[in-house]
């Protein structure tokens, strides 16, 4: 998806919510953009410079919130399209946040740990003035982790003089994180998937699901869904992955995974019995098989105009960010498929990015059962929300949400 794609969309469900062109206007141009060059010294003493950026896209509802991404294919374009996916998933959820993104522009396998820890604390350096508990609050995204937000938030700390564990969120739990955090995208996903499944009229245990990408968001996913009493039928990586119409076993799936055996390498008569059903899935053939649901939870533009009519699923739950183009999602709802947007259903991850920083600046503190029920009970009500609104106004979920998120942000911009 680009920014335009989604400028398009947001003047187009603007004007059909009511907004006026200013609100359009204020929303969908970012209020902050900031691009710096970050020269770092290398291992071999010479200096490298690299371009770092962050968007702080709209602050109307609360602090900017968002993750910062290290990649070579990082640019302002795509960060900019990120901060404002951030401002209308903050809002659908309704968590009292704007929505920011940063990354530099690096391929960080290319640098060493202390090459990489420079980086970070030199990128702390340049937009320290611009970040803080109550501005902006970064995150681990692609290629970032709690180390890395641990230095950031160290070298933050030294230029503001004071203990600051609310400027970052996603720390480990030892540095104030909290225990939902890594899971909390996948936890959110299945809570989702539970809701909308009601609207198949079947038993969780009669509904099939098929979910491509087995790393942090679809492990989570297929877990929770597995304990939910789902048939997850097919799971596949990047290498492939299996399928049984019976059901996998999620735990031995995984053991088997994380013994360094791929998906598409079990056999699957291990669970069943000697079978001839036992089979192998492609990682985009995965996206065609005749099941109730379908989440990709891999990357984006999975699902196109070359492969979107060969989509067989009752039900597309997006847990990757934009896995579905524009071309491809107007074959999807031609052929009457229901597309749970991302917005709402990887939003669980920053659902408990609140509930860290909350207890870090506000010390509102929740076990780790009362941050998993709130987390299931608010992504469920969401999701009744978005469904709710596509129901009422006759429009897809995705301009439901967008619907529900405009209104709420113009709503804080009155104020
Ligand atoms: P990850 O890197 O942990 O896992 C992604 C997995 O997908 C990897 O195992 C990779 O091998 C696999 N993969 C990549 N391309 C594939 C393909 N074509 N077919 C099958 N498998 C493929 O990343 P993640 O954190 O699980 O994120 C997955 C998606 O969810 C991304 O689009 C990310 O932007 C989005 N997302 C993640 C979070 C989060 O909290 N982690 C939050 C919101 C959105």
């Excluded at 399209?81 to 659908?92: C, D, Q």
């Excluded at 934009?322 to 709802?333: F, M, N």
Aim: glycine letters at 10%; one cysteine or more; proline letters at 4%.
């Amino acid at each position: 998806m680009s920014y335009q794609e989604i400028e398009g969309l947001i003047a187009r469900i603007g004007k059909k919510s009511g907004l006026s062109q200013n609100e359009i206007d204020l929303i969908s141009k970012p209020e902050r953009e900031i691009v710096v060059n970050i020269p770092v010294k290398m291992d071999s003493g010479k200096t490298k410079i690299f371009q770092g950026f962050r968007v702080q896209h709209n602050s109307a509802r609360g602090p900017y919130k968002g993750g910062l991404r290290y990649h070579p294919d990082v640019g302002l374009e795509e960060v900019r399209m990120l901060a404002e996916l951030m401002s209308l998933k903050t809002a659908v959820i309704n968590i009292p946040f704007g929505g920011g993104k940063g990354g530099i522009c690096v391929d960080p396998k290319a640098l060493s740990q202390n090459e990489l820890k420079r980086l970070t604390e030199a990128f702390a350096e340049k937009i320290a003035d611009f970040v803080g508990e109550e501005k902006d609050i970064p995150a681990p995204d692609m290629n970032t982790n709690p180390q890395i937000m641990k230095w950031f938030r160290k070298r933050y700390e030294k230029i503001v003089g004071k203990n600051t564990p609310g400027v970052i969120t996603g720390k480990s739990y030892r540095d104030g994180g909290i225990r939902v955090r890594d899971e909390a995208t996948g936890l959110g996903g299945a809570a989702v998937t539970w809701e909308i499944a009601k609207t198949l009229n079947k038993k969780p245990s009669e509904i099939t699901i098929a979910i491509q990408g087995f790393g942090n968001v679809g492990n989570h996913l297929a877990h929770h869904l597995y304990h939910m009493g789902f048939r997850i039928v097919a799971i596949a990586d990047i290498d492939g992955g299996t399928m049984h119409e019976d059901g996998l076993d999620y735990h031995k799936t995984y053991k088997d995974y994380t013994q360094g055996k791929k998906v598409c390498k079990i056999c699957y008569c291990n669970i069943h019995g000697p079978s001839k059903d036992c089979l192998n899935v492609g990682a985009q053939d995965i996206l065609e098989l005749k099941v109730d649901i379908l989440s990709p939870a891999a990357a984006g533009d999975q699902i196109t105009k070359k492969n979107a009519h060969k989509v067989k699923a009752k039900i597309i739950v997006e847990m990757a960010n934009h896995p579905i183009d524009a071309d491809a999602e107007k074959i999807l709802s031609q052929k009457g498929i229901l597309i749970v947007p991302d917005i709402l259903a990887n939003a669980g991850g920053v659902l408990a990015s609140y509930y860290e920083w909350q207890e870090n600046v506000q010390g509102v503190k929740m076990n780790y059962e009362e941050s998993i029920n709130s987390l299931i009970g608010k992504m469920k009500k969401a999701t009744r929300e978005v469904l709710n609104l596509s129901r009422k106004q006759k429009v897809s979920m995705r301009e439901a949400a967008y619907i529900i998120a405009l209104k709420r942000i113009a709503k804080a911009l009155k104020k």
